[in-house]
């Protein structure tokens, strides 16, 4: 290559404004060129404004970022698109991992940005600034401008219409968990939960000044509860615990992952069988409200006596240790980020390092996304079954209602009723399935659906049930039973038992992770029959000029590795054990790692589904001028939103990262869901 002029170079290079399914690999290499050309330090930053991609180049790093948008904006309106935005009127998203970062306009490029980084330009909400007082409803000002920053990033509803879940430790279930982890709803104590922690806390204190010795109160932990601690080192006794015990490692966990975590080891504490002190609880739940959330690495948990190195990581920010993050500072030290908030670490008393980190949350709160997901794997899969059938020229008798109520498992019956509704009827006539049948009887993959789906479909509410009692289960130790009046008798004790051991969640999560394995086997096999000319009757790897063009050759390729990843981590994590705190805790459950493998595999079906179904709307260009029915053809039409047919070969990434987002955000289903009469996956029959 010729290098050419520093400037001309840079000019080339950074006046690309491309839409996102676009490659950018020759900027890449421009810029690569030009930084050994030029000897000097020069970032390229991709720039999304108003829904594309702007790589723009940074010479000068001690400029501002407000800098970086007007030549964002700049080179945007070059290419004849207008811009609105006023460069200093907006503020800055800057994306990692699964975590978003807020920048404000004078920030310096050098301080924020490195080379490579993905910024997201917004604009600021004027007239919610000029009445931000008007939405200050429940705490400081603080906190309603971290609510704003929440809710622009995560999309949630204006402030006052955020709703408020009152935690009891009694009735939270999946769908508010996950909200509460998308920051879309806030956290508050009732009354009587606050009465209810003051009575068990009473019970700790009263042991405390009538001398009684008691495991995690005035004892040691593990192997060493039978070492008593003298009263004075009470206080030193719970912040040793808590510190001791950070000893995770790994990636850290994303937001919204630890605001579930956060949530619902408040649930737990506000069941009040902890003994710890009600400040706590509430200290946790201002935390929550405002976005202060501390790191907690990825790894280190066996999952009995609890998640204990997650937790611990957790409650090192209650106390003002370690790193946190908030929208209004990003990643910083815990007291510096609390400070921002208004906020102070919280002071331990007696027992409250104890109650912080022990339970089940860490398993239960990564493993909550895993079962959110599948879910809508499921959905997604018996949509795309249902147009791979019209494809394949399918026999709808196999989904005959005769045939499933002899055989009557619930989820079988719910699935067969699903791909009847969608596929060719009276109400949804297919022009394709008016076609001549060229087979008396259909594949495996396309025949037992209903069959192996819809055992997908019952573990996945077998699990949810088994979520839904954990995530309401006191899970601490020791418990705390009883009155203040009748501390030292039996009615009134403090209990060590076992209900932080993780196998009930670690359990269900193996076998979430096995079934929805199998719904991504049969999508695969789908997927081969579809590239396949000789089961198909279309052109090899569905495209035209095969052999000039691979089409879908190497997609099938990803879509079988993943499948096969996904092998390998179906072996249950529960069934290992390994004995820990010198064999005191001589049996662990690994649900930590069974809900991290667990997601895992939920995350690669999402993309193996996301292959199948790009496959089979490019199918349905072969069959032209013909059409499938009614509901099929609008997630036909939802994928031309965001994907072109592949008319010649081009990057597959793009466009299947682009779909597995969908089938992620459930918006395969809600496409669907207007035409049919209810929801056959889970309303009553």
Same mark, same amino acid.
């Given at each position: 290559?010729v290098?050419?002029?520093?400037?001309q170079?840079?000019e080339?290079?950074?006046?690309?404004?491309f839409e996102p399914? &676009?490659?950018?690999?020759?900027?890449?290499k421009?810029f690569?060129s030009f930084?050994k050309a030029?000897?000097r330090?020069?970032i390229?930053?991709?720039?999304?404004? =108003?829904?594309?991609?702007?790589a723009?180049p940074v010479?000068n790093q001690n400029?501002?970022?407000a800098h970086l948008a #007007?030549e964002a904006?700049s080179?945007?309106e070059?290419?004849? &698109?207008?811009c609105e935005?006023? +460069?200093?009127?907006?503020?800055f998203?800057?994306?990692?991992?699964?975590?978003?970062?807020i920048?404000?306009?004078s =920030?310096? &490029?050098?301080?924020?940005?490195s080379?490579g980084?993905m910024?997201?330009?917004?604009?600021?909400k004027t007239q919610?600034?000029?009445n931000s007082h #008007?939405?200050r %409803?429940?705490?400081s000002?603080e906190?309603?401008e971290?609510?704003?920053?929440?809710?622009?990033?995560?999309?949630?509803?204006?402030?006052?219409?955020?709703p408020?879940i =009152?935690?009891?430790?009694?009735?939270?279930n999946l769908d508010?968990?996950?909200?509460?982890?998308?920051g879309e709803?806030k956290? %508050?104590?009732s009354?009587?939960?606050?009465r209810k922690?003051?009575?068990t806390?009473d019970?700790v204190?009263?042991?405390i000044e009538?001398?009684?010795?008691r495991?995690?109160?005035n004892t040691?932990?593990g192997?060493?509860?039978?070492v008593?601690?003298?009263?004075d080192?009470l206080?030193?006794l719970?912040?040793?615990i808590v510190?001791s015990?950070?000893?995770?490692?790994?990636?850290p966990?994303?937001?919204?992952?630890?605001?579930r975590?956060?949530?619902?080891?408040?649930?737990?504490?506000?069941?009040?069988? %902890?003994?710890?002190?009600?400040?706590?609880?509430?200290h946790m739940?201002e935390?929550?409200n405002?976005?202060c959330l501390p790191l907690?690495?990825a790894?280190?948990t066996v999952?009995?006596?609890?998640?204990?190195?997650p937790?611990? @990581?957790?409650a090192?920010? /209650?106390i003002?240790?370690?790193?946190?993050w908030?929208?209004k500072?990003g990643?910083?030290?815990?007291?510096?980020?609390?400070?921002?908030?208004?906020?102070?670490?919280?002071?331990?008393t007696?027992k409250?390092g104890?109650?912080?980190i022990?339970?089940t949350?860490?398993i239960?709160?990564v493993g909550?996304?895993?079962?959110?997901?599948?879910?809508?794997?499921?959905?997604?899969?018996?949509?795309?079954t249902?147009?791979?059938f019209?494809i394949l020229e399918?026999h709808?008798n196999?989904f !005959?209602?005769r045939?499933h109520?002899?055989?009557?498992?619930?989820?079988q019956r719910r699935?067969?009723?699903?791909?009847?509704?969608l596929?060719?009827?009276?109400?949804y006539?297919?022009e394709?399935y008016?076609?001549? #049948?060229?087979d008396v009887?259909d594949? +495996? $993959?396309i025949?037992c659906v209903?069959q /192996?789906?819809g055992v997908t479909? !019952?573990? *996945?509410n077998?699990v949810?049930? *088994?979520?839904? $009692?954990?995530?309401?289960?006191?899970? !601490?130790n020791p418990?705390v039973f009883?009155a203040?009046e009748?501390?030292?008798n039996?009615?009134?004790d403090?209990i060590s038992?076992?209900?932080?051991?993780g196998e009930?969640?670690?359990k269900?999560?193996d076998?979430?992770?096995?079934?929805?394995?199998e719904?991504?086997?049969?999508?695969?096999?789908r997927l081969?029959?579809?590239c396949?000319?000789s089961c198909?009757?279309?052109p090899?790897?569905?495209?035209?000029?095969?052999?000039l063009?691979s089409?879908f050759m190497?997609?099938?390729?990803? %879509?079988a590795?993943?499948?096969?990843?996904?092998?390998t981590?179906?072996?249950?994590?529960?069934a290992?054990?390994q004995s820990?705190?010198?064999?005191?805790?001589?049996?662990?459950?690994?649900?930590?790692?069974?809900?991290r #493998?667990?997601l895992?595999?939920v995350?690669?079906l999402?993309n193996?589904l996301a292959?199948e179904?790009?496959?089979?709307c490019?199918?349905l260009?072969?069959k032209?001028?013909l @059409? $499938? $029915?009614?509901?099929l053809?609008a /997630?036909?039409n939802l994928?031309?939103?965001?994907?072109d047919?592949f008319?010649?070969?081009?990057?597959?990434?793009?466009?299947?990262?682009?779909?597995q987002?969908?089938i992620?955000?459930?918006?395969?289903?809600?496409?669907?869901?207007?035409?049919l009469d209810s929801?056959?996956?889970?309303d009553?029959?």
């Amino acid at each position: 290559m010729v290098l050419k002029g520093l400037e001309q170079l840079v000019e080339e290079a950074a006046m690309q404004a491309f839409e996102p399914n &676009i490659n950018n690999t020759t900027d890449e290499k421009k810029f690569a060129s030009f930084r050994k050309a030029a000897g000097r330090s020069v970032i390229c930053v991709h720039v999304k404004l =108003d829904g594309i991609n702007i790589a723009v180049p940074v010479i000068n790093q001690n400029q501002s970022l407000a800098h970086l948008a #007007k030549e964002a904006i700049s080179r945007l309106e070059d290419t004849g &698109i207008s811009c609105e935005m006023e +460069y200093n009127q907006c503020y800055f998203k800057k994306f990692h991992r699964d975590e978003f970062y807020i920048m404000k306009p004078s =920030d310096i &490029i050098k301080d924020v940005l490195s080379d490579g980084d993905m910024v997201e330009i917004v604009a600021r909400k004027t007239q919610e600034r000029k009445n931000s007082h #008007k939405l200050r %409803s429940s705490s400081s000002s603080e906190d309603a401008e971290t609510s704003c920053a929440t809710e622009e990033l995560h999309q949630p509803k204006r402030v006052l219409d955020i709703p408020v879940i =009152d935690v009891n430790g009694y009735d939270l279930n999946l769908d508010s968990l996950i909200r509460l982890g998308k920051g879309e709803a806030k956290l %508050s104590l009732s009354d009587e939960t606050v009465r209810k922690l003051r009575e068990t806390r009473d019970i700790v204190e009263g042991i405390i000044e009538k001398g009684y010795v008691r495991y995690g109160i005035n004892t040691g932990f593990g192997l060493l509860s039978k070492v008593v601690v003298e009263n004075d080192k009470l206080v030193e006794l719970q912040y040793n615990i808590v510190r001791s015990h950070c000893a995770g490692i790994g990636e850290p966990l994303p937001i919204e992952t630890t605001r579930r975590i956060l949530a619902l080891r408040i649930n737990v504490l506000a069941k009040a069988f %902890s003994g710890c002190n009600p400040g706590l609880v509430e200290h946790m739940v201002e935390m929550f409200n405002k976005n202060c959330l501390p790191l907690i690495p990825a790894q280190g948990t066996v999952g009995a006596s609890g998640d204990l190195a997650p937790l611990a @990581h957790l409650a090192q920010g /209650v106390i003002g240790e370690g790193t946190m993050w908030s929208p209004k500072t990003g990643w910083g030290e815990a007291l510096e980020v609390l400070a921002a908030n208004n906020m102070v670490p919280y002071q331990l008393t007696p027992k409250d390092g104890l109650s912080l980190i022990n339970g089940t949350q860490f398993i239960c709160g990564v493993g909550a996304e895993a079962l959110h997901r599948a879910k809508n794997c499921v959905r997604t899969t018996v949509i795309i079954t249902a147009m791979v059938f019209d494809i394949l020229e399918g026999h709808t008798n196999a989904f !005959d209602d005769r045939v499933h109520a002899i055989r009557p498992h619930t989820g079988q019956r719910r699935i067969a009723a699903a791909l009847k509704a969608l596929c060719n009827s009276p109400k949804y006539p297919s022009e394709i399935y008016e076609l001549e #049948k060229h087979d008396v009887q259909d594949p +495996y $993959t396309i025949r037992c659906v209903p069959q /192996v789906a819809g055992v997908t479909l !019952d573990t *996945i509410n077998f699990v949810e049930g *088994i979520f839904s $009692t954990e995530m309401n289960s006191a899970t !601490d130790n020791p418990l705390v039973f009883g009155a203040e009046e009748e501390v030292g008798n039996e009615a009134a004790d403090i209990i060590s038992a076992g209900n932080f051991h993780g196998e009930y969640p670690a359990k269900a999560l193996d076998f979430l992770t096995i079934a929805v394995h199998e719904i991504g086997n049969m999508s695969e096999r789908r997927l081969e029959r579809l590239c396949n000319p000789s089961c198909s009757n279309l052109p090899a790897f569905l495209v035209d000029s095969p052999g000039l063009n691979s089409g879908f050759m190497i997609p099938h390729c990803t %879509s079988a590795a993943l499948v096969s990843e996904n092998k390998t981590l179906c072996f249950p994590s529960s069934a290992d054990t390994q004995s820990t705190s010198a064999g005191k805790e001589d049996h662990v459950s690994m649900g930590g790692w069974a809900a991290r #493998k667990a997601l895992r595999v939920v995350k690669n079906l999402e993309n193996v589904l996301a292959i199948e179904l790009l496959a089979a709307c490019q199918a349905l260009e072969f069959k032209r001028p013909l @059409h $499938t $029915t009614e509901p099929l053809e609008a /997630v036909y039409n939802l994928v031309r939103t965001k994907v072109d047919p592949f008319v010649k070969d081009r990057a597959f990434t793009p466009d299947i990262e682009v779909i597995q987002k969908m089938i992620e955000q459930n918006l395969i289903w809600e496409t669907v869901a207007p035409y049919l009469d209810s929801d056959p996956f889970w309303d009553e029959f």
